[in-house]
C-alpha cells in the first residue's frame, strides 16, 4: 500500500511539471541590443543563432558560448531568403530582428513569418506609429526608445 502511494506521488509530481524545450531562436544583428538580447536568452538555455554581415562583431559574443555552440554566429543578410535558409531559419520558434534599421528589421520579421512560418517575430523598431499596423500582420512590435534586453527576453518567452 505504502509502495502505490510513493508511485502515485511521484507520477503526479512528474505529470504536473512543464515540459521544458530549449527555444531556437534566430536574432538578426549583432549591435549592443542584439549582443545582450543573444547572451540573455543564451543564459536561460535557449539555443541562439546569430546573424550580421560583419563578422567582425561576432568577437562581442562570449568565446566558450561559441565554442560550445550555445551561441552560433552566422554570416549573413537577414533580408535574404538564401541567407535565412543557410541559418535554418525554418527551424527557428522565434526571430528578433535588432538590427539599427527599421526596414531591415521589418523585411526580416515579415520573410520569417510568410516565407518561413516561424511562429513568433520580434521587430525593433525606431517608430511608435508602425506598431499597429504589423502587430496586426502578426509581427510584435518593440519600440526602441522603450526598448531594453528584459522587454526583449519577455516577449521571446512567452
Sequence with gaps: MRENVEKSNLEDRLTKRPIYRAKRILI?????T?????????DSGNIIKIMDLDSDVFG???QKKIETMRII???GDGTLERDLRRAAAQGS??????????TVNLMS????LHMFQIPKVICLSNYDYIRDVFESLGVEVIVRNQANV????????M
Aim: aromatic share 4%.
Design 93 to 102: 520558434d522565434i526571430l528578433i530582428a535588432a538590427t539599427g534599421s527599421t
Design 34 to 42: 542584439g549582443v545582450r538580447v543573444t547572451n540573455k536568452l543564451s
Design 150 to 157: 528584459d522587454a526583449m527576453f519577455d516577449y521571446a518567452m
Design 60 to 62: 562581442k559574443l562570449p
Design 28 to 32: 538578426v544583428g549583432c549591435g549592443e
Design 73 to 75: 554566429p552566422i554570416i
Design 109 to 112: 520579421c515579415q520573410i520569417a
